[in-house]
């Protein structure tokens, strides 16, 4: 990745967050670190690459709580979740509300440095498929409104024809805007053209 993975850490000993931020950049990641739950929601960008290292037991918001408002603000950061307590329910609400992994303090250096490793993976794929859908999204746009009405008749899996009729004009039409809507969206196949639809979340 071009720019560097950044490591958000949240927790309210001091001394946790210079010590993990400390290995981050030993180990080459930006680190950027909060002892306020609070301060962390209203410096973050969701547009920086990173993943976020939580503290579960925090005052005001625990961390849950505060992945729970990271999602609700609509940043599907990867998140780690490090605790002074192996409490074994709060680990399974936080693994299903999708956290990377739950480290007890403790925290093995190795075990967190893997855990981060699967977070880049994971967070540059989410990236990757964000901006496939914004690229989609921006050559949609680019058709006419006529051509967006072909369009999801056409990966609905209506022939020429049917559209024709439904629409209530000639095939040899239809068969220019399908031609057009192909160049435009920059496929070559109907495959193609359902797969792109499927990803925008376009039907009939």
Same mark, same amino acid.
């Given at each position: 990745?071009d720019?560097?993975?950044?490591?958000?850490?949240?927790?309210?000993d001091?001394?946790?967050?210079k010590?993990?931020?400390?290995?981050?950049?030993?180990?080459?990641?930006?680190?950027?670190?909060?002892?306020?739950?609070?301060e962390f929601?209203?410096?973050?960008? /969701?547009?920086?690459?990173?993943?976020a290292?939580?503290?579960v037991?925090?005052?005001?918001?625990?961390?849950?709580?505060?992945q729970?408002?990271?999602?609700?603000?609509?940043?599907?950061?990867?998140?780690?979740?490090?605790?002074?307590?192996?409490?074994?329910?709060?680990?399974?609400? /936080?693994m299903?509300?999708g956290? @990377?992994?739950?480290?007890?303090?403790?925290?093995?250096n190795?075990?967190?440095?893997?855990a @981060?490793?699967?977070?880049?993976?994971?967070?540059?794929?989410?990236?990757?498929?964000?901006?496939?859908?914004?690229s989609?999204?921006?050559?949609?746009?680019?058709?006419?409104p006529?051509?967006?009405?072909?369009?999801?008749?056409?990966?609905?899996?209506?022939?020429?024809?049917?559209?024709?009729?439904?629409l209530?004009?000639?095939?040899?039409?239809?068969?220019?805007?399908?031609?057009? @809507?192909?160049?435009?969206?920059?496929?070559?196949?109907?495959?193609?053209?359902?797969?792109?639809?499927?990803?925008?979340?376009?039907?009939k």
């Amino acid at each position: 990745m071009d720019n560097m993975f950044t490591v958000f850490i949240v927790d309210d000993d001091d001394r946790v967050t210079k010590a993990l931020s400390r290995l981050m950049r030993v180990k080459g990641y930006e680190a950027r670190s909060y002892t306020s739950p609070r301060e962390f929601l209203a410096q973050h960008d /969701a547009a920086v690459s990173g993943c976020a290292v939580f503290d579960v037991s925090m005052p005001g918001l625990d961390g849950l709580e505060l992945q729970s408002a990271l999602t609700a603000g609509g940043s599907h950061r990867p998140v780690i979740f490090i605790t002074g307590k192996g409490d074994i329910s709060t680990s399974v609400r /936080a693994m299903k509300a999708g956290a @990377i992994d739950f480290l007890t303090k403790p925290v093995s250096n190795q075990d967190l440095l893997e855990a @981060i490793r699967r977070a880049e993976e994971l967070d540059a794929k989410s990236r990757k498929a964000q901006s496939d859908l914004a690229s989609i999204e921006a050559k949609v746009t680019t058709l006419t409104p006529r051509e967006r009405q072909v369009f999801t008749h056409v990966v609905a899996g209506r022939m020429n024809k049917q559209i024709a009729y439904e629409l209530g004009i000639v095939e040899k039409t239809i068969k220019f805007h399908r031609s057009a @809507i192909m160049r435009k969206l920059g496929v070559r196949t109907v495959a193609d053209l359902v797969r792109m639809a499927e990803k925008a979340g376009i039907s009939k």
